[in-house]
């Protein structure tokens, strides 16, 4: 056998990190992994596969035994929180990228302090799994759990409730015991214990907070006559606005010991408390300017930036003052379409030249 040499890469010193920091174990997020499942393609998972799932701890595999058909709806959760987060984070220093590596840390070491970012990813993770699962309830996928039927009868508004309201407590009680399950009351990370819990809670409360009414009429050819309505939970979409929102307004917080209870506080005791659904961090997040192994940051380099913008995307901010240089791009669109009686439309094919701009 022949031995190559290979220059280790940038992944390479990733890989090896997020594999310390789960072998320390400390990595509550790991069950994201199962994102993978969902991206293979399988199309059921049975309680005998629940030993052999990526990223679970003892407490949820016995979950996962006791509820495999729920299996499915969580690793599609996983999948949706990745992207959603990927989503709201495109125009970020940090944005969210995953390391593809085989230890589960889909993050990397970004999560390892509780910054906004960790802050953000547990309630994006924990509002997907309530989400997802919900979703499947509703759909009739699932034995366990169906429509909300609870909700019938006439409205004050004189419509009545009917078809499928989305079992929201359903989900959200699952969300609960399966990723709150991973957190760990450990004494000397205490605050960080509060930390999770609260942003997981928070996650999965912007769902509740924002159910809507959806509303169906009958009648004689499109009248509202009658009208029937169901609550339905927001889209996954909005809620991924909501939680960046919060992300952005999101609050420093220090522990303190009031009589035996532990509790986390605003730092800045000018600031206003805290509301339930409010995202919190106990450490203010690194600048993610340069790459740096030890905490998850890719740098900035290569990113495309926006020579106008005064916003986070833009390439002052997002190139950390080191400049960015500029390319000039040929598109190709449609344009001039004209639409022909009846009925096609038909257009011209127009190149332009764009400017890009990526940070040195
Ligand atoms: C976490 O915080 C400590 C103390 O501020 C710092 O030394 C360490 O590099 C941080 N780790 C990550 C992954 O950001
Ligand atoms: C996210 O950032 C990384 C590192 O800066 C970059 O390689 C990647 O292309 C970015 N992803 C997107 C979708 O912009
Ligand atoms: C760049 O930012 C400006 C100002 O915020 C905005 O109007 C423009 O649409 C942005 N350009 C691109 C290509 O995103």
């Not at 679970?56 to 929180?81: D, Y």
């Not at 106990?282 to 340069?290: A, G, I």
Request: with cysteine; hydrophobic share 30%.
């Amino acid at each position: 056998m022949q031995w190559k040499y290979y220059r280790p890469t940038p992944q390479y010193f990733l890989w090896i990190f997020a594999l310390v920091y789960l072998l320390v174990g400390c990595n509550a997020s790991a069950w994201l992994a199962l994102s993978a499942i969902h991206a293979s393609g399988i199309s059921s998972i049975k309680t005998s596969d629940c030993d052999n799932l990526p990223g679970l701890i003892n407490k949820q595999v016995q979950i996962c035994k006791r509820n495999a058909e729920v299996m499915k709806s969580v690793s599609g959760g996983a999948v949706n929180a990745i992207h959603e987060c990927q989503f709201q984070f495109a125009n970020r220093r940090w944005n969210c990228s995953t390391i593809d590596a085989h230890n589960n840390a889909v993050f990397g070491n970004v999560l390892e302090n509780g910054t906004r970012e960790a802050a953000f990813v547990h309630a994006i993770s924990s509002a997907a799994v309530a989400h997802s699962v919900t979703r499947a309830c509703s759909s009739g996928g699932l034995l366990k759990c169906g429509c909300d039927r609870t909700i019938s009868g006439t409205s004050d508004e004189g419509f009545t409730w009917s078809g499928c309201s989305d079992n929201v407590d359903y989900g959200i009680v699952f969300s609960q015991s399966f990723v709150d399950s991973r957190e760990k009351k450990n004494k000397m990370k205490f605050d960080r214990y509060l930390m999770n819990i609260h942003n997981n809670d928070a996650g999965r409360r912007v769902i509740e907070e924002n159910m809507r009414t959806e509303c169906k009429c009958h009648g004689v050819s499109g009248s509202c006559e009658m009208k029937t309505c169901w609550r339905a939970m927001p889209t996954f979409r909005s809620v991924g606005e909501k939680l960046k929102e919060k992300f952005d307004g999101a609050t420093e917080v220090v522990e303190v010991r009031d009589k035996k209870r532990k509790d986390l506080r605003p730092a800045d005791k000018n600031f206003k408390p805290y509301t339930h659904t409010d995202l919190i961090y106990l450490v203010p997040s690194p600048d993610f300017c340069n790459p740096d192994y030890s905490t998850g940051s890719l740098g900035t380099k290569g990113r495309e930036c926006n020579r106008t913008s005064k916003a986070m995307d833009g390439c002052d901010l997002m190139c950390c003052g080191r400049g960015f240089d500029t390319y000039q791009e040929t598109i190709t669109e449609r344009c001039s379409c004209k639409f022909h009686w009846c009925c096609y439309v038909e257009c011209k094919q127009c190149t332009k030249t764009i400017e890009i701009h990526k940070c040195k």
